[in-house]
């Protein structure tokens, strides 16, 4: 082994170590793993509005607030969806809205540079519809200038196009939420107007860009005429239903869905239907937002808060587990213990919305947040799966009940002693197979939380002009799936090969695959080759050649991998970005299990060695970190090189990039987890601690 490459090798064994030292220390006591979600200012305004709406708005959580609000503003006056982004319109009228309701004066030149932008932008008359329904809650916009969501859409059957369980899971409980509030059409008046936002041209309802369009945009019509008189017997049965069907789907953290958008809608629908803030539902829904606030009270400064749209605790100890055992922690390792135990009492053991559409599939997997037990999905039951594996050190263990076979010894470190962890570990695996292959779509795909969730119809009606409303399959969850699926010997089984089948046909002409979940062609590319790899496709096949050559061609100069979530809407951004940690290390994930390079070079092969620095992974329990000889692509080492060269003292990465999807093109998520696990998981790998999930 030359000087040069021992050298280079040591010192990413070092950061390793000090990843894997980070990322132990961030370990709840209860076992899980939980990083922040950032997303955009819009949560934080319509978190004052709501508050105002309810009657409940504090002055000094006002004031928190609005020091967020600020502070994210930027030298042009605007606020953007994700880092470095463009100013966005909506957003900016938000945040501007909620400065006024925390008494910010519009001749503030932080004001007055907003409201520049905003008028520049076409004013309040070209904010998209859910903007336009917060201004008409507080009588800022006409109810009649909203396009029409009577909640008789709750009364359709399953069969009928148009029904709510034709819209993907989170926009379902948005719109049964919001079909309610519409329907009272309430007025609650500020002290002031926002007249210095109108723009120079008047409102125009969105031009329709399809014949389909155009049938809708009719059909939007006739429901506002409908809207002005309905049926009373009608309009009373409905909104009864929708009321019960709100109130069923309340989790037990007060959260619908877990997520932001259904929570305050649910809260404004129950409130307008009778139910005072005292009530169990009420209460109960207002104290759980403040679990989502994170709060910031620097040395200096301003203390602000913020409110994440969701949480993802399962999403990244599972990750987390995952990541620490590509870097050499045995799977009877403490951490991984408690982390397995606290999974499997996380399971979804009930039948949620997924029922509908799969009537004779019994429950099991797992869901992206603490308490979701309507809506777990694929891509967490997948990687809990592969989470669960770890603990036997095998990822190869197949689940016939128990997961380690009687002669199995634990690799050392602390023995997992409680036989009961692998007997259930063993069964909810059983029970998230059969789970999972029960949702697979009839294109041999799987989309997160709903099968054959494609009418997509629904994104042309005129009220949804923001956000995803479908649940396509997608790339990166399929590949997730199959993944799973390879790791427990069921990769030659049909319905694997059909998912394969379905890989390979929606790879893009460039070589890359789309990415649904993550920004975005290194995402769903950093997804798909392990997981074909994995299924037994050869690395030599041209599919994986061509996705190689993709991924070393987006390699930046500075060695890393980065992509700005502008791909989504133009070519010219795709596979182009900052380096970050995240996406660079989606990128080695991917090249290293394709075999180090397009060349078809040898993988990173591991030979004995140890971190000798004090303080690193191995004080802490964890197993020897192999040292390797890189004989692979020139593509990785460079890429390795990179994260060494851009970790932090404390063995984190610095990431202010958004690399986390929620609605392509519409909405992106700082993850700010993923800037360690990934890294993790990609110099474990990469350095012949585990070796790719297929191989281990």
Not at 82 to 91: K, W
Not at 369 to 393: H, I, K, M, Q, S
Not at 636 to 646: F, K, N, P
Request: hydrophobic share 40%.
């Amino acid at each position: 082994m030359s000087m040069q490459i021992a050298e280079s090798v040591s010192e990413a064994q070092l950061a390793l170590g000090r990843a894997c030292e980070h990322l132990l220390s961030l370990q709840d006591e209860s076992g899980w793993w939980k990083g922040e979600l950032q997303t955009n200012v819009t949560m934080d305004a319509e978190d004052m509005l709501l508050r105002e709406f309810l009657g409940i708005r504090e002055s000094d959580g006002t004031a928190r607030s609005a020091a967020w609000i600020r502070s994210q503003q930027r030298a042009d006056g605007t606020w953007a969806n994700f880092y470095e982004g463009p100013g966005d319109l909506s957003t900016t009228i938000e945040a501007y809205w909620a400065l006024r309701l925390a008494g910010d004066e519009p001749e503030a030149e932080h004001m007055r540079a907003a409201a520049e932008f905003i008028r520049a932008e076409g004013g309040l008359e070209r904010a998209r519809v859910f903007t336009h329904v917060w201004l008409a809650l507080f009588g800022l916009w006409p109810w009649e200038q909203v396009p029409a969501l009577p909640p008789e859409i709750v009364l359709l059957g399953a069969w009928v196009p148009l029904n709510i369980y034709d819209f993907a899971c989170w926009a379902r409980q948005t719109i049964v939420a919001l079909s309610v509030v519409i329907a009272h059409r309430p007025h609650h008046p500020l002290s002031f107007s926002l007249e210095e936002l109108q723009g120079a041209e008047p409102w125009r309802p969105a031009v329709p860009k399809s014949a389909r369009g155009r049938w809708l945009a009719r059909l939007d019509r006739a429901l506002r005429a409908y809207e002005r008189r309905p049926p009373r017997l009608l309009r009373r049965l409905a909104l009864g239903r929708a009321e019960r069907w709100i109130v069923r789907r309340q989790e037990a953290d007060g959260s619908w869905g877990g997520i932001q958008p259904p929570w305050v809608y649910s809260l404004m629908a129950l409130h307008l239907g009778g139910y005072p803030l005292e009530h169990p539902l009420m209460r109960r829904g207002i104290e759980g937002i403040g679990a989502f606030m994170v709060e910031s009270r620097p040395p200096e400064g301003e203390p602000s808060r913020r409110l994440e749209a969701c949480q993802s605790p399962v999403w990244d100890t599972a990750l987390a587990m995952v990541a620490l055992s590509d870097a050499g922690l045995p799977g009877d390792h403490e951490a991984l213990a408690r982390a397995g135990e606290w999974l499997l009492g996380e399971e979804v053991g009930v039948t949620g919305d997924w029922h509908v559409v799969r009537p004779g599939l019994e429950p099991g997997g797992w869901a992206f947040e603490f308490a979701n037990d309507n809506y777990p999905d694929v891509d967490d039951t997948a990687e809990v799966v592969l989470a669960l594996l770890r603990l036997t050190g095998d990822s190869r263990a197949r689940t016939r009940g128990h997961l380690l076979s009687d002669n199995t010894e634990p690799s050392g470190g602390l023995r997992l002693r409680d036989e009961s962890l692998e007997m259930r570990a063993g069964q909810a695996i059983e029970r998230a197979l059969a789970w999972t292959k029960g949702m697979q779509s009839g294109n041999g795909a799987w989309g997160a939380f709903d099968a054959d969730n494609t009418r997509a119809l629904v994104r042309e009606l005129p009220f949804l002009d923001f956000g995803e409303v479908i649940d396509e399959p997608s790339a990166d969850v399929t590949a997730h799936a199959v993944e799973m699926l390879a790791a427990v010997g069921q990769d030659r089984e049909p319905q694997v090969e059909r998912a394969v089948r379905w890989l390979r046909e929606c790879q893009e002409c460039d070589g890359s695959w789309w990415g649904r979940w993550g920004v975005n062609h290194i995402y769903g590319t950093g997804a798909v080759l392990p997981a074909l790899i994995a299924a037994g496709v050869a690395p030599s096949e041209p599919c994986i050649r061509r996705a190689v050559r993709w991924l070393e061609e987006h390699q930046n100069e500075d060695g890393g991998w980065g992509e700005d979530p502008r791909s989504y809407d133009s070519r010219e951004w795709i596979g182009r970005g900052a380096s970050t940690a995240s996406q660079t290390a989606w990128a080695l994930l991917a090249l290293q299990a394709a075999g180090g390079g397009a060349g078809g070079g040898e993988r990173w092969r591991g030979v004995a060695g140890e971190v000798s620095r004090a303080g690193t992974a191995r004080s802490r329990g964890a197993a020897e970190l192999p040292q390797t000889v890189g004989e692979g692509s020139r593509a990785v080492e460079r890429g390795i090189a990179w994260l060494v060269q851009s970790q932090r003292e404390d063995g984190g990465w610095d990431e202010p990039q958004y690399t986390g999807t929620g609605f392509p093109s519409d909405y992106y998520i700082n993850y700010h987890l993923y800037r360690l696990v990934f890294p993790v998981m990609a110099l474990g790998r990469c350095l012949g601690a585990a070796g790719p999930t297929s191989d281990v």
